[in-house]
């Protein structure tokens, strides 16, 4: 982050250039929109902020986990209370998981309640044999081939329906949905294969006994075990955290939700030991990253990002130099503090083993301090037999089991994982169909049942299960010092995976 005697600005970044800008043609009417967006109330303070920071300074001292999972791309008609109650509801149940294998508090990052903006490969689509504007998500223009005009009015309605997501979002975590979700009450009739329903009952018959026995001690005692409704308190198994992210790709936009405030006073003292000095937050979401296309060292997005208080990510590939990457984090933390920079790698499930055992000793020797994240994800699209674009769940835990063994061959530790993944059910009461595999051994002649994307492909509800499950194993074994039955595990086997070691 920049000194005080730097002279950065929210603004600075307009000094360089931006790729993947969006052009509006109407200026002024842009210029309007941002004037009223800078006059609107923050989404979040600095002190959720400031406490995201410390969270993620216990992840980088492996004193806790980081999911950083949601929508690749949220849209506004998908802004519903069901939706929204659906994707939180995963996010707690795979950290519930997570939490039994690990034993280790679960820092929860949504991508959600503003992550509308996509960065795209090109400009332009052909569409019914006239060339448009390519689709850049809803705050920028609309996915009919007659709405792709950018209009500024689109960035207004993403601030409102960020608003009332997150509105949602404390209103259901304040009244008792963030208390933990009894296992038993999973459904494990997706799962085909015998051994593997086995196994899932299993883990979760298991968890459900240890939450029973924390309530027997008395750990959901006195008002503890009242109802919300009936003036209960949330208490220690009712309490969960849930910061909201997204990509800072808008510009315009992030400067307009960019304001100075003092670091609030108990973090002030503790860390520097005078007054709270002021501190420049965005304050649209607790942590934005910087994708893997826009990242140029001398670029506007880099520019931006040094400046700003809130933790920050960084989408590292194998287009990502080794001298690159730490050149970057000499830019964004020149002060290496921690809890600051997260590295979401996503290199596909091939380029893996070729790329990241050199990044994490480069890092290693900056003395850099980073947490990292594996996004299995982006780097394994690829399109179907049908024309659609999916993710294969073997490929994908195979990047991420790789990734796991790196970490650990390179004496470091994955600090977390990112995830695109929904808990959204259509109609019928029936999960997307977007990614191949998993548990429910999705084929590719049934992608087409339910696929809600229009964007890139996400993990579905039991699929989203079947990688925490996964995750939740290891961490298990790791306790245990039993890693080496890994090319056995039940798990992995079943789920699709091969051993690579």
């Known amino acids: 982050m920049v000194s005080d005697s730097d002279d950065w600005s929210p603004a600075s970044w307009k000094s360089k250039k931006a790729v993947q800008a969006v052009e509006y043609p109407d200026k002024a009417h842009l210029a309007r929109v941002l004037s009223k ?7 979040v303070t600095p002190s959720e902020v400031e406490r995201l920071r410390h969270q993620l300074s216990l992840v980088q ?21 069901e939706n929204i109650s659906a994707k939180v509801g995963l996010i707690l149940s ?11 508090p679960v820092v929860r990052i949504g991508r959600i309640a503003g992550q509308y903006a996509k960065p795209r490969s090109s400009a332009t689509e052909n569409v019914g044999g006239r060339e448009v504007m390519i689709f850049r998500g809803d705050n920028v223009n609309g996915y009919s081939p007659n709405e792709r005009t950018p209009d500024p009015e689109r960035l207004l309605s993403a601030y409102f329906h960020s ?3 997150l509105n949602h979002i404390r209103g259901l975590l304040t009244s008792g949905f963030g ?16 051994s593997l329903r086995a196994e899932y009952a299993s883990i979760s018959e298991g968890l459900a006994d240890a939450l029973d026995f924390t309530r027997t001690i008395g750990l959901a005692s006195g008002r503890e075990a009242q109802s919300y409704e009936r003036g209960g308190g949330r208490g220690v198994l009712g309490e969960a955290d849930l910061f909201t992210s997204h990509e800072g790709l808008l510009l315009d936009y992030e400067e307009a939700m960019t304001r100075k405030y003092p670091i609030p006073d108990s973090t002030a003292s503790r860390e520097l030991g005078t007054p709270a000095p002021d501190k420049y937050y965005n304050i649209s979401a607790h942590f934005l990253w910087v994708g893997d296309r826009t990242r140029q060292l001398d670029g506007a997005h880099v520019e931006y990002f040094r400046g700003i208080r809130n933790p920050i990510g960084i989408k590292v590939g194998p287009s990502m130099a080794v001298d690159e990457l730490v050149s970057l984090l000499d830019i964004v933390n020149p002060s290496h503090d921690g809890g600051r920079v997260t590295l ?6 091939d380029k893996i083993d070729s790329y990241l055992a050199h990044h994490i000793k480069a890092v290693q020797k900056s003395g850099h301090p980073v947490i990292w994240v594996c996004d299995p994800m982006h780097g394994n699209t690829l399109v179907s037999s049908t024309g659609l674009k999916t993710r294969h769940f073997g490929t994908i835990i195979r990047e991420l089991t790789s990734c796991l063994r790196i970490h650990t061959e390179c004496g470091s530790q994955l600090g977390g994982v990112s995830l695109e993944f929904t808990g959204e059910l259509n109609e019928e009461g029936y999960s997307v169909t977007e990614c191949l595999g998993g548990s429910m051994e999705l084929s590719e002649e049934q992608l087409g049942l339910r696929y809600q994307s229009f964007c890139d492909p996400r993990l579905n509800f039991e699929q989203s299960l079947d990688v925490a499950f996964l995750v939740s194993n290891y961490f298990k074994n790791q306790r245990r010092g039993s890693l080496q039955k890994a090319s056995t595990d039940v798990l992995y086997s079943e789920l699709g995976g091969k051993v690579t070691v």
């Open 37 to 43: 967006i800078k006059a609107l109330p923050p989404l």
């Open 179 to 194: 208390s933990l979700h009894h296992p038993r009450d999973w459904s494990l009739s997706h799962v085909r294969s015998p």
């Open 61 to 81: 001292n492996n004193e806790a986990f980081l999911l950083h999972a949601g929508d690749c791309a949220e849209s506004f008609e998908a802004c519903t209370q």
């Open 163 to 165: 608003t009332a997501t």
């Open 94 to 104: 795979f950290s519930l998981i997570l939490i039994w294998g690990a034993r280790l």
């Open 344 to 349: 979401i790698t996503r290199y596909g499930a």
